[in-house]
């Protein structure tokens, strides 16, 4: 018995020697002295890789022999990262200097601390090949970055203070190779793996995740193995948890390939054990550039942000109660939505209009080139459609009978192709005789506050409208009164003109009263809150 217990841990302490040394296998012509040149820090030391080897003749060596070298004695040089892609706010501070913008195309010797924004990433390449993805909100620290001359050993540790990060790892080469990932409560070693790391804000708390190869992780002296499809997660003081399953990739096969419209909205089907769903959008299948990146907790999204024409690829995974993100689906999808569809101006929606000659106002969309106007009895637009292509204008009038319309406008593009309709908008033509004059003899009274509108008229609701002035189609403030008089409430510095339309029993609307041209002038503090001034 005694001899067993002696005879494990000098085994052990062998093995760990053993894999403290590298092989180099020789070809014709390999001497000690040039090995030494070629591989060792100081090529002075190749007698200790012969007498390691008991090698007799330094000079002549045979062809295929493996060799050991002591990692030690090897060169060290150094294996700088290259930033291959940055999105978004991204900075970057050297030891304690000043943080910078990171640049595409820099390069990270160690010893830096990288910062994404929110919506922010950047995407690293390694000496061996490895690729990182830093997302937002994270912190991320370059530790050693060392190759081991020519053997094609890279060593690499990079620490994530919080955030979060994805990386494909090259396969690492024996024994000195490796990538290591350090957090606060947790140390990750993998060796050809991709995988993603999660580190809480406060550092508490680092989930991993992985989804090829597989990943040692080791805390309070204890390493947990997760493989392929697994994930583990370590809190602070405590080892890491059990591997576990990951949830399934969701199912994206019922989304669309080519979008029209925007904002971008997407939906796919929920899934059980799913509390939330991670949503990232890139213009690369790399995911090199990550443009949008979200949480939700329905399995759909709606992004209102502005984006170019192009092949997007899509993924989306689900989240598990503890935090864990499963396996990803992707889905690849083409936008076609440019030019957008301009503003629909006039007639604005539920508008009675006097009379059978109807003027449409829109405003101009980028890059349109001409516009299709479609009007038509109902909101599906398939029975007694009215369509007219137009040219690069902004308005057109048309005779409609009386009753309820639909109208809206879609943008041609430089091939005269239509991109998506606006959203429609109802109005109502009714015959000119039973709408109502217009409001006369509008008046200002300053004296109160807030102002005092008056008007003459006799209809039995009215419809006031302020707007910039020598632009009544774009209305700051649309208020309806009762009777010939409302109050109007404070308006930004800046020149306006107010007109009234009077409304009949069934709605009809009068045409709008003669303008009434104001000023509101900035006014000193102990002033009163905004002075209203006739223009003259």
Known sequence: MPARRLLLPLLLLSMSLQAADWQYLTVPGDTLIGIGRQYLRNPGDWPRVQAENRVDIPEHLPVNTHL????????????????????????????????????????LQGGESVLTGPRSSAHYRFADGTSLTQQASSKLAFGRLAAYGKTGMVATEVSLDSGRLEASAARQLAPAGGFRVRTPVAVAGLRGTDFRI?????????????????????????????AAGEGSFTEAGKP???????????????????????PLGLAWPTQPDAAAWRVRLARDTAFTAVLLDDVVTRPAVDWGETLADGVYTLRVRAIDETGMEGLDAEHSLTLDAHPLPPLALAPVLGEHLDGSRVRFRWSTAAGARGYVLQIAPTPEFTHGLIERRLGPVVEHEEDLGEGEWHWRLASLDETGQAHAFSAHRAFVVIPRASAPAAPTDLKMDMRVHPIAVSWQGQAPRYRVVVAPAGDFFRPMLV??????????????????????IALGPD??????????AFQVIPVLPFWPAFILVPAL
């Open 240 to 262: 890491p948890s059990p591997a576990r399953a990951l949830l399934p990739a969701p199912d994206l096969s019922g989304m669309p390939t080519r979008v029209t419209r925007l």
């Open 479 to 500: 208020q309806e009164s009762d009777g010939p008089r409302t109050f109007l409430p404070g308006l930004p510095p800046g020149q306006y003109q107010l007109r009234v």
């Open 507 to 516: 709605g009809a609307a009068s045409p709008p009263s003669a303008g009434l």
């Open 198 to 226: 999660n580190v809480a804000e406060d550092g508490k708390r680092m989930s991993s995740e992985v989804t090829t190869g597989e990943v040692a992780v080791t805390a309070q002296g204890k390493t947990v193995r997760v």
């Open 68 to 107: 050991r070298i002591p990692v030690a004695l090897l060169k060290v040089t150094p294996a700088p990262a290259t930033v291959t892609a940055v999105q978004g706010n991204v900075r970057v501070r050297t030891g304690s200097g000043d943080l910078r913008p990171l640049r595409t195309g820099d390069q």
